[in-house]
């Protein structure tokens, strides 16, 4: 992957939420469940976290898969309920 000014090597938490458009604390809460994989910069609780591009854009494509999978189960069951 080649990198451009315009085009950070890794991503800082609040960029990696607003390309997810949620919030920061969500962002925290996939690195913490390990459904997003990021990259510690030093130790302690101030160290930097930091996630790579790729990484985001494999986790977005599985979250939406889930939350399109979630819809079309739903939408079954109010078929199914709807026939019974």
């Known amino acids: 992957m080649t990198t451009t000014a315009a085009e950070p090597a890794l991503l800082t938490v609040k960029e990696a939420a607003e390309l997810l458009h949620c919030t920061p604390l969500h962002v925290y ?9 990021a990259i510690r910069l030093g130790t302690g609780p101030k160290a930097s976290i ?13 979250l939406t898969r889930i939350q399109r999978d979630r819809k079309s189960r739903a939408m079954q069951m109010r078929i199914k309920a709807d026939d019974e």
């Open 50 to 62: 930091r996630i790579d591009p790729e990484a985001l854009g494999e986790t977005l494509a599985e």
């Open 29 to 37: 809460r996939l690195i913490e469940r390990d459904e997003l994989p």
